[in-house]
């Protein structure tokens, strides 16, 4: 089975992630990548049967509060933050 494609394209990053590029861009910096959903669940499933299931919980997908369901003082935190 192929694996699916690792990292997001420019066109799949959400709002925090287009912000982590364009400061990445600001500050000089490589510009960051991020992994899709189905290839942390891919490589999750692979470390299960493997049986490295604590590794295979760390490498499952996140659910982190979009942009949208933030208050405008979690985003500016959010801004304000260092990545």
Aim: with cysteine; charged share 50%.
């Amino acid at each position: 089975m192929k694996p699916p494609e690792r990292f997001k394209t420019a066109d799949d990053l959400d709002g925090d992630e287009l912000l982590e590029v364009i400061r990445a861009e600001r500050d000089g910096c490589d510009e960051p990548k991020f992994e899709t959903d189905e290839y942390r669940r891919y490589r999750a499933d692979a470390l299960r049967s493997a049986g490295l299931d604590s590794e295979a919980d760390d490498s499952e997908p996140t659910v982190e509060r979009r942009l949208e369901e933030m208050t405008s003082e979690d985003h500016m935190k959010a801004i304000r933050s260092d990545p």
